[in-house]
């Protein structure tokens, strides 16, 4: 076992959600060692083509990355290692919070085929696929941002990827309606945290109005001109929005999730091309840090 390479406890966690052979046509080569290649590229940020060959040939990891990316496999097996977390209590559903980080892309994520790709013998386009590929000019350069959804453990709940100069409040009602963490005994999946703290980009009404909609407690600071703007309008302006200092102390976890998930030099620095292969770089990553003891 090659440093970075899943331990013997972090495989028995995730070969049970791994996809099977069956049916007629050729076997999968070893998941193992095909996953390790992946996590050797993502923790490096190396070409495909410059992989050791400890990990098989480079076009089998490279194409079992892409095809589980565009059919959706590496999106149920986060979601079933997430179950899997929750139902043994390792999912902190007491506070919940929300951020963004910016994603510098390298030249070589530049000139996707303007083409919509399809998912391989099949005739629908990849879930994840967007027509502007999340990457556009910002003030840090060619970039995309991930807005991101983590619980009190310091792991990803859920994502979006956009482009680098898309404000972070409309991406919180997006975030939070993809988080779905599934009851292997049966019933609805958890959808939200007990709590959800963010910074003031996150800030607005509509976001307040959905929150409590939801009836999901929230310490959001108020940015100041929109409480000047409230106080200028007097009882018409609404109740001053409540704020707890030591509760919003704990919203330094989602930051450490995004440390964590930008320790992976391709999330980093986006590498790929296509929104939805970039899309599951991040998820892979998240399935690395769910898995961990």
């Given at each position: 076992m090659g440093q970075g390479d899943l331990s013997d406890q972090e495989w028995a966690r995730l070969e049970p959600h791994l996809p099977k052979s069956v049916g007629r046509g050729g076997r999968w080569?070893?998941?193992?060692?095909?996953?390790n290649g992946?996590?050797?590229?993502q923790r490096t940020g190396i070409p495909g083509r410059d992989q050791p060959t400890r990990f098989g040939k480079w076009k089998t990891v490279h194409d079992r990355h892409?095809?589980?990316?565009?059919?959706?496999t590496w999106e149920r097996i986060l979601q079933a290692v997430q179950a899997d977390a929750d139902a043994v209590g390792r999912i902190d559903w007491s506070m919940g919070s929300v951020d963004s980080t910016s994603c510098r892309a390298h030249q070589h994520a530049a000139g996707a085929r303007t083409?919509?790709?399809?998912?391989h013998g099949q005739r629908g386009r990849p879930a994840q696929h967007r027509h502007d590929e999340a990457l556009r000019r910002s003030r840090g350069g060619f970039t995309c941002k991930i807005h991101l959804a983590g619980e009190g453990g310091r792991r990803p709940l859920a994502f979006v990827i956009t482009p680098g100069q898309w404000g972070d409040a409309p991406q919180l009602v997006p975030v939070l309606e993809r988080i779905r963490v599934p009851r292997p005994s049966g019933g609805h999946p958890r959808t939200r945290p007990d709590h959800l703290g963010g910074d003031k980009a996150y800030s607005s009404r509509r976001n307040r109005r959905y929150l409590r909609r939801r009836q999901i407690k929230h310490t959001i600071p108020e940015r100041k001109d929109q409480r000047a703007n409230r106080q200028?309008?007097?009882s018409a302006g609404g109740r001053?929005?409540?704020f707890d200092k030591s509760i919003y102390k704990r919203r330094n976890e989602v930051e450490r999730t995004i440390n964590a998930l930008k320790g992976f030099r391709a999330v980093a620095t986006r590498f790929d091309k296509r929104a939805y292969v970039?899309?599951?770089t991040v998820t892979v990553a998240a399935i690395r840090l769910w898995v961990r003891a």
């Open positions: 080569k070893s998941h193992r060692r095909v996953i992946i996590l050797f590229r892409r095809r589980w990316s565009a059919d959706g083409l919509a790709p399809r998912i200028r309008r007097g001053p929005t409540g970039f899309h599951v």
